[in-house]
């Protein structure tokens, strides 16, 4: 099963979706409760999951008697699919390329005094820079960690299960203000896990912003729009030693302020005011 798994994360389906769509071909049907039942999953989770297979075209849902059912669709169609969808990828990357090759060689190279600054403002531009970094890291990760997330915490413990073993510190502090009681008790179960795997972990009511440092180097960061002061999307990423040393310091203020986990869970009482 594990190197099942393992095989259609080559195939962009992350673990946990990939756990799923095994357990879905055991029978014809299942309900989110009964998949939550035989899986790692959460009930909750287990409808977000089901739902991100319907959109891969991986299973269908219908409804049996008012309530909501999925079954498999064929695996043969599925790696097809699949395939066929990364022909069409090969394709256009190929044509790109060149289109692109073609405007750089013409236009040559024209520095920049602010190249060492860039701005994100796509969901899916910001969770590949994101993990590009984090592949890249060599010695430390340092972070800030709060809603809304670019990838869901539970989707990133295999990337951040291998930065560890290559010998990455990671640090991360969590923030828990504004959330049920329910979300609450979920990140404390996501946080126990990452603090096993190595992470060392601190927790804290609010955070000023999100922020990553990264090798004393990268600094990548989301701040909260001034007026409306909802959560950002807009990223910035920095490559600048001296600003990645200054957030490092900001970064080791919030982490004396902190909460250590084991102290969290042991107190929590005192923390639900």
């Known amino acids: 099963m594990k190197e099942l798994i393992e095989n259609l994360k080559y195939l962009d389906i992350p673990r946990r979706e990939g756990e799923?769509?095994?357990?879905?071909?055991?029978?014809?049907?299942?309900?989110?409760?009964?998949?939550?039942?035989?899986?790692?999953?959460?009930?909750?989770?287990s409808y977000e999951i089901l739902q991100n297979l319907v959109k891969k075209g991986l299973c269908n849902e219908s409804y049996r008697n008012g309530i909501k059912v999925f079954n498999c669709v064929d695996p043969k169609i599925v790696i097809e699919n699949i395939l066929s969808e990364y022909e069409k990828k090969k394709r256009v990357a190929d044509e790109l390329s060149v289109t692109l090759n073609e405007i750089f060689k013409k236009n040559g190279k024209v520095e920049s005094s602010i190249d060492y600054i860039e701005v994100l403002t796509d969901k899916e531009q910001i969770k590949e820079k994101w993990l590009t970094i984090q592949k890249n890291a060599k010695k430390e990760l340092l972070g800030f960690s709060k809603q809304p997330y670019a990838i869901n915490l539970d989707?990133?413990?295999?990337?951040?299960?291998?930065?560890?073993?290559?010998?990455?510190?990671?640090?991360?502090?969590?923030?828990?203000?504004?959330?049920?009681?329910?979300?609450?008790?979920?990140?404390?179960?996501?946080?126990?896990?990452?603090?096993?795997?190595?992470?060392?972990?601190?927790?804290?009511?609010?955070?000023?912003?999100?922020?990553?440092?990264?090798?004393?180097?990268?600094?990548?960061?989301?701040?909260?729009?001034?007026?409306?002061?909802?959560?950002?999307?807009?990223?910035?990423?920095?490559?600048?030693?001296?600003?990645?040393?200054?957030?490092?310091?900001?970064?080791?203020?919030y982490w004396q302020k902190g909460i250590p986990i084991v102290d969290y869970t042991r107190n929590q009482n005192e923390y639900l005011m």
């Open 20 to 45: 799923v769509f095994l357990a879905l071909l055991q029978k014809n049907e299942f309900t989110a409760p009964e998949i939550s039942k035989i899986t790692s999953v959460s009930r909750t989770k």
């Open 155 to 253: 989707d990133n413990i295999d990337k951040e299960t291998d930065m560890i073993k290559n010998e990455v510190i990671v640090k991360g502090i969590y923030e828990y203000k504004n959330l049920t009681q329910e979300e609450r008790s979920n990140l404390i179960k996501i946080i126990e896990i990452y603090n096993k795997m190595g992470e060392e972990v601190r927790i804290v009511e609010e955070l000023p912003m999100k922020m990553i440092v990264i090798d004393e180097t990268i600094t990548m960061l989301a701040l909260n729009d001034r007026v409306s002061l909802k959560p950002a999307i807009t990223t910035i990423v920095v490559e600048h030693p001296g600003f990645a040393l200054a957030q490092k310091d900001v970064f080791n203020c």
